[in-house]
C-alpha cells in the first residue's frame, strides 16, 4: 500500500502567514511520500534562492487540512481522505522552538502550586510555606503564615512597588496578602474564611478585583480583592483582632457533589470549576447560579480556558486530556489528546497562542501540546525516575513567554525548573 | 382468382406495354389541340364496338359447344347480348349528357388537365373498376388495325395510349375496392341484376336465380356441381368456369365485361347498371349514396343554450335522474367486495387458468409419493456399515509372512470344526499372476451372507449430542458495559517501612490513613500521594518494643474526627490533626474527649472491667494525637466503626467468649455482647442501618439482634477458615472470604446457604471490600492479583444479584507469603486502595 503511494507525485502550493518567510506562489510538483523534514529543507533551499539575507536555516513546522504534518505526507492525506489530485496547499509555519531548561528553584518540600508574573514567581509548598522568587532564579521571600500545605497562589495586582496575592491552603482558609518589593516584605492583609475544607484551587479575575476558590467542602467562593475591609467584614468579625483582617465570600456557589479542583474565570460574571463529581460548571456570578453543566465520565483534576479560542480543555482521573466547547450543550468531547501514561494533573493554555497548551501527569512528564495534532508537540522533560512526579504547570503569564514546571521530587530534591524558548517571535 | 381480376392483370400487362410508348411520345403531348375533344369518345365508340362484334361471334361459337351442359350459358350469353345492345344504345344517347355532366366533374377533380383527358376521365368514371378495360380492349384493336389508325392519325394514337396509360393508374384500386363492396353487399346487387332482367324484357323465371341456401360460406359447395337451391328447392348449377381465354375472348367482344361482376352466390355475371355506378360513384367518394340528398342544407341548430319560448322537451326531468342509482350502487358493491377479496383476476390470469384447465392431465404412473418414500425408508437413508478394506493377507501374491507356514497351516487344520476361530476367514494363498487366480468358489454365498447382514441387522441413526464447556458457562455481560471500575495502578504510597496492615478513607475520601508493622499511622493526601502525617503509636508503648498496627479505621462520622487504630492490646482513637480535618470539627473532637464523661449511671461488672479499660491519655501521647486509649486483655485484630460514629466493635484475638467488644465512646463504656463462646471469633462488623452484628466465627457467621439480643440468622459458607468480611451498603448482602482461597456471597434475603461462592484466587483471600456507589467488590489476598468483580444487587426481590469477575489487577511483589493485605474503596471514585506487603499504598483507578 505505502509503495503504492510512494509513486505518485502531487502538485503542492506554500504559502505562509509569516511575511519574512514567503516563497514564491507557485505549484510544485513533489513525491507524496515526504516528511516534513525533506519539506523543510525545500523550503529552506527556496528561500535561500529567493532571498539571499537568510544565512541560517530555518525549522518549519507543515499544515495542511488544518493539521501539523507528524507522518508523511502520503499517509497525512490518506488520514484525511483528501485527494492527491489537487494542488495541495500547504501553509509552512516557523517551528516552535524547544525549551531549554532555564534555571531550578530549590525547595525544602514538595512545591504543591506556582504562578509567575512578569519577573516575579510564587510557589505554595507542603511546608505550609510560600516562596517569591524572581525570574532571575533568586529567591526573594519564604513567606510562613498557613498552617497547612498550600494548595494555590495567585498573583493578584501589580501597583508599582506594592504587589498583592493570595493563597489558598488546606487549613480552609485564602490569604491576600501585600508584599513590597523594594522592602521585600510582606503582610498578611486579609484572611478569607468561609471554607469548611481545604481550599484546592484559586483563580483571580482578569479586573482583579474578585477571585474565586474552590474546595473540599463542594463549594466556590467568590471573594473581593480589595485591600480595605470597611464594607466586606461585618462588625463581629472586626472586634477580633486576634484573628486580622477576616473576610467572608462575597459568594459562595453550591451545587458541586463533591470536591472542586479547577476554577476559572471566563469573564466577569462568569465562573468555570470542575469537580471531582465529573462535572463541570460555568457559574453566573451575579445570579449565584448555574449557567451550564458539562458532564464527562471521570473526575476532573484540573480545567483551564483560554480567551484566545474559547476552548475548555481537562484534566481527569485518567490518561486522556479532553478538550470541551463552552458553548455546546450536550457535553460532547471535541478532542481527546492522549500520550501521557499516568493521571494527568493540570493542563494550562498558552496565554499568546490558541493553539498550544501544557500538560502535567503523574508519569513525570510535562508536555507541550499543539491542538492542531493529536500527537504532543515536544516531551519538555523525560522520566528522571520512577519516583518523580510533576503536579503543576504553567505558562508564563506574558512575554518573555516562558513555561514554569514544578517538579517534585520527594526525598530527593524539591524544586521547579523553568524554560525560555530561545527565539521565540510573535 | 376471380375472373374480373384476372382480367385486369390482363390489362395492366398491357398498359405496361403501352407505357414505353407514351413516354416516347409525351413531348407530343402538349402540342395537342382540343380541337379533337369530340371526335375521339365517337371514333373509340366505334372501334369498340367493331371489336365487339367481331369477338361476339366468336364467343357465341365456344358457349353453344358448352350449351348442353351449362343451363345458363347460353342465356347469359343473351343477356351480355342484350346489354351490349343496350349499353351501345345508352352510351351513344347519353354520350353527350354524359360529357357533359362530367366536364363538371373533371373541372373539379383537376383543372389544369386538358379536355381530351376529360374522355379518359369519364370512361373512368363510367366502367369504375374496370375502366381500362376498354383501353384493354382496344390494345388488340391497336395492334390489329396499326396499320389503318397509324396512317390516320399519329395523334390520335397517342392520345389512346395516354388515355389507356391513365385508365390503367386508375383502374388497379378502383377494380380491388369495387369487388370488395359488392362481395360486401352482394344482396345489394341483386336488385341490380333484377332491374337488368326486366329492362332486357326477359322476364323468364330462370332468370330469377336466386339461392335460399342463405348466409353461408359459398365454398362449403365447392365440390358439389350447384351452389345452391332456388325457390322451388332445385338446384341451382354453377355457371361453366370461364379460363383465362375465355375472360380475354369475353373482354374483347363483351363492350360491357368492365362493368359485369360475378355474383359469388349464384356463380353468375351482373352487368352493373349506370345506376349501380353512379351509386359505387359516390360510394367510393365519400358521397351520401342517395344523389337526391343534399348535403350542404343549412343548419338548424335545434338544441341549443337559447332557452326556447316553446321547448322542445317540455317535460319535467325523472326524478331518477337526480338520485343515485341503487341498481348501480349494488353493481358497483359487488365489484369492490370481489376486489377485496382478490376474486377478480386479471385477464391474464384467467387465460392462465383457462390454459391449466385445458392442459390434459396425466396420471405418473412411476411416480412414488412422500409416504411411501419414507415407508421405504428412503428419505432418511442409513448406509449400510462399510466392509474392512482388504489387506496384504488378500492379496493374490501377498508378501510371504502373510503365507501361513507350515505351524500355523497346522493350526489351521486345527480348527477346521470352529472355522470362527481361524486367524483368517480365507487362506492365504500365492498366485504366480492375477490371470492365475481362480474363481473364488465362496463368492456367491459370502455375497448373500453379506445380504442377509445388511438385511436382518437393525440400523438406527445414533443421534449425537455435542456440547461444548463454553455452552455450559452462563452469560455474562461483557466488562466493556460495566465500566468504570479499576484498571491500572495510577499511584503507589511510599513512606511505611514495614508491612502495610491496614488502609482505610476518610469519609469525604481526600485523605487515606494507613497503619502498617512499623507501627506508624500515616495519614496521606489521597489525590497526590503526599504523606500529611506520620503518628508513632507503636513504640511508646511501657518503652517495649514497637508493636505493629493491625488494623485502622477512619470514623464514619463527619463531626468527630477520629480514627481508630489497634495497636497490641490497645485500642487508640487518634485525631488526624488540625491540617487534615477542619480545625472547627478538630477543636469540638479535642474538647469532647479531653474530660470523661461522669460515670455515675455506668455498671461495669468485673468479666467487662477485666476484658477492657479505659486508659488515662498521658499529656505526650495526646500530643502526639491519641485522643483516647482502650487497654483490653488479648490482641485486637479487628475494629469496625458503627456507621454512626459512637460504637466501636473490636474483636480480641482469642478472646474466646469475650472474644467481642462493643465501646460505646460517648459514655465511655464498654459491653460483652456475648456470654458463651461459639467459636473462634475472626471479625465483627456492624449492619449499616439496622441494629445487628454480624459475628465471623471459624466457618460461620452468625447475625445477631443487638437490641433483642438474639441470634437472628446462621450463614453457612462452607469454608474451611474465615479470614474477612463486608457488608453491602444495603445491608442485605454479605461477602465473605476465606483462607482457603474462596469468596463467598451471601444474599441474606435469599437465604442462610451462600448466593455462590466464587474461587477466583490462588491463595487465601484476606480482604473484600465493597464500594459504596457503584456496583463493585473487590477482593485480594496472598497471590498478586486484585480481584475487581461487578456485583449488582437489585432492589427487586425477585432478581437475584448479578456477579461478574471484571478485571484482575496486579498488586505488588509478595513479601513473607503476604501481598495484600487490606483493600478499600474510595468512597466517591471508582478507585480501589490496597494495602501491599511491600510496605506501599497502591490506587488502582
Known sequence: MSAEIAEVQLQVRFITKQEQYAVPDSPYAIQSNVQSSDLNTLINALLKETNPSIEKTVEFDFLTCGELLCTSLAEHLQDKGVSTEDTLEIEYLERFPAPAPQDCLMHDDWVSTVHAHSNWILSGCYDNSIHIWSTKGQHKLAIPGHTSPVKAVSWVSFNGDQAVFASGSHDQSAMLWVWNVPRNSVDCVVTCRGHEKGVECLAVS???????????????????????????????????????????????????REAVSGVQWMDFNTVLSSGWDHLLKLWDCELGGIKQELAGNKAFFDVDWSPLNNSIITASADRHIRLYDPRSTDSIVKTTFTSHTGWVQSVRWSKTRDTLFLSAGYDGQVKLWETRRYMPFMYLISTLNSILMSNKANFFGKLPLGIYVVKTIPLILYKILFFFFDSFKL | MPPFRSGLLKRKSGSKETKSSTTEKAPDQSDEGSGDEDLIPGELNGEDDATDSEHEDEGAATS?????????????????????QVDNESEASSELTDSEEESDDENEESGDENDDSSESVKSDEESVDSGAESAAAQTPSGVSDASDTEKKNPKQKSRKVKQSKAKSETTEASIDRLADTIRQTNVKTQPVEQKDEYESGDTSDEEDRRTTVGDVPMWWYNEYPHVGYDLD???????????????????????????????????????????????????????????????????????????????????????????????????????????????????????????????????????????????????????????????????????????????????????????????????????????????????????????????????????????????????????????????????????????????????????????GDDGTVRVWESSTGRCLRTLRVGEGEAGGEGVGVARVAWGPSEALALLGAAVGRRLLLLAPGAGVVPARVADRTDRLLEAAPPQHDV???????????????????????????????????????????????????????????????????????????????????????????????????????????????????????????????????????????????????????????????????????????????????????????????????????????LKQLRAGPRGAELCVLELRWHPAQPWLLAACADSTLRLYA
Request: proline share 7%; aromatic share 8%.
Open chain 1, 206 to 256: 482578569a479586573d482583579a478585583n474578585r477571585f474565586a476558590t474552590g474546595s473540599w467542602d463542594n463549594n466556590v467562593c467568590l471573594w473581593s480583592t480589595s485591600l480595605s475591609d470597611e464594607d466586606n467584614v461585618p462588625a463581629k468579625k472586626r472586634s477580633k483582632p486576634e484573628h486580622g483582617n477576616t473576610r467572608e465570600p462575597l459568594t459562595t456557589l453550591k451545587g458541586h
Open chain 2, 64 to 84: 353453344d359447344q358448352e350449351q348442353d351442359e351449362v343451363l345458363f350459358d347460353d342465356s347469359a350469353d343473351s343477356t351480355f347480348g342484350d346489354d351490349e
Open chain 2, 233 to 515: 328447392g332445385r338446384r341451382l348449377l354453377r355457371p361453366p368456369q370461364r379460363d383465362h381465354i375465355d375472360d380475354f375472348l369475353k373482354k374483347c367482344e363483351d363492350p360491357d365485361f368492365w362493368r359485369t361482376v360475378r355474383d359469388p352466390n349464384t356463380g353468375q355475371d351482373v352487368v352493373l347498371s349506370k345506376q349501380d355506378l353512379e351509386l359505387i360513384r359516390r360510394l367510393r367518394e365519400g358521397h351520401v349514396p342517395d344523389p337526391t340528398h343534399d348535403e350542404y342544407q343549412p343548419w338548424i341548430e335545434w338544441f341549443s343554450r337559447e332557452v326556447m319560448a316553446t321547448p322542445l322537451r317540455a317535460f319535467p326531468e325523472h326524478k331518477r335522474s337526480f338520485l343515485p342509482s341503487r341498481s348501480e350502487q349494488q353493481q358497483i358493491g359487488r365489484i369492490v367486495h370481489a376486489l377485496k377479496m382478490g376474486w377478480t383476476k386479471t385477464r391474464k390470469q384467467l387465460a392462465e387458468e383457462r390454459r391449466k384447465k385445458r392442459e390434459k392431465k396425466f396420471y405418473n404412473l412411476w411416480g412414488s409419493t412422500e409416504a411411501d418414500a419414507a415407508q421405504r425408508g428412503l428419505q432418511r437413508h442409513i448406509p449400510a456399515p462399510r466392509r474392512a478394506l482388504p489387506g496384504h493377507a488378500e492379496s493374490y501374491n501377498p508378501p510371504p509372512e502373510y503365507l501361513l507356514d507350515k505351524h500355523e497351516m497346522k493350526e489351521w487344520d486345527k480348527l477346521s470344526e470352529t472355522p470362527w476361530k481361524r486367524k483368517y476367514t480365507f487362506l492365504p494363498t500365492r498366485h504366480a499372476s492375477l490371470r492365475a487366480v481362480p474363481a473364488y468358489e465362496r463368492f456367491t454365498r459370502e455375497r448373500f451372507l453379506r445380504c442377509l447382514d445388511l438385511y436382518l441387522a437393525p440400523r438406527a441413526i445414533k443421534m449425537r449430542l455435542t456440547i461444548t464447556a463454553n455452552d455450559l458457562v452462563p452469560k455474562l455481560p461483557s466488562p466493556r458495559d460495566l465500566q468504570p471500575f479499576p484498571t491500572t495502578e495510577v499511584l503507589q504510597f511510599k513512606g511505611h517501612t514495614g508491612l502495610v496492615r491496614s488502609v482505610d478513607f476518610d469519609p469525604s475520601g481526600q485523605y487515606i490513613v494507613s497503619g
Open chain 2, 603 to 805: 455498671t461495669v461488672d468485673a468479666r467487662t472491667a477485666s476484658c477492657a479499660q479505659w486508659q488515662h491519655v498521658a499529656p505526650h501521647e495526646w500530643a502526639r494525637g491519641v485522643r483516647l486509649a482502650l487497654l483490653h486483655f488479648k490482641p485486637v485484630t479487628h475494629v469496625s466503626w458503627h456507621a454512626r460514629g459512637d460504637y466501636v466493635c473490636v474483636t480480641l484475638a482469642e478472646g474466646a467468649s469475650r472474644a467481642v467488644v462493643v465501646h460505646q465512646l460517648s459514655r465511655r463504656r464498654s459491653q460483652l455482647p456475648f456470654s458463651r463462646a461459639k467459636g473462634l471469633v475472626q471479625c465483627a462488623l456492624f449492619h449499616p442501618t439496622r441494629p445487628l452484628i454480624f459475628v465471623a466465627t471459624q466457618r460461620v457467621v452468625r447475625v445477631y439482634d443487638l437490641v433483642k439480643q438474639e441470634l437472628v440468622r446462621k450463614l453457612l459458607t462452607g469454608a474451611q477458615w474465615i479470614s474477612n468480611m463486608a457488608v453491602h451498603p444495603g445491608g442485605d448482602n454479605l461477602l465473605v472470604c476465606s483462607y482457603d482461597r474462596k469468596c463467598i456471597w451471601f444474599d441474606l434475603e435469599l437465604s442462610s446457604k451462600p448466593y455462590q461462592t466464587l474461587r477466583l484466587h490462588g491463595g487465601a483471600v484476606r480482604s473484600v471490600a465493597f464500594h459504596r456507589r457503584y456496583p463493585l467488590f473487590a477482593s485480594a489476598g496472598d497471590d498478586t492479583n486484585i480481584v475487581v468483580s461487578h456485583g449488582m444487587v437489585y432492589n427487586d426481590l425477585l432478581q437475584n444479584p448479578l456477579l461478574v469477575p
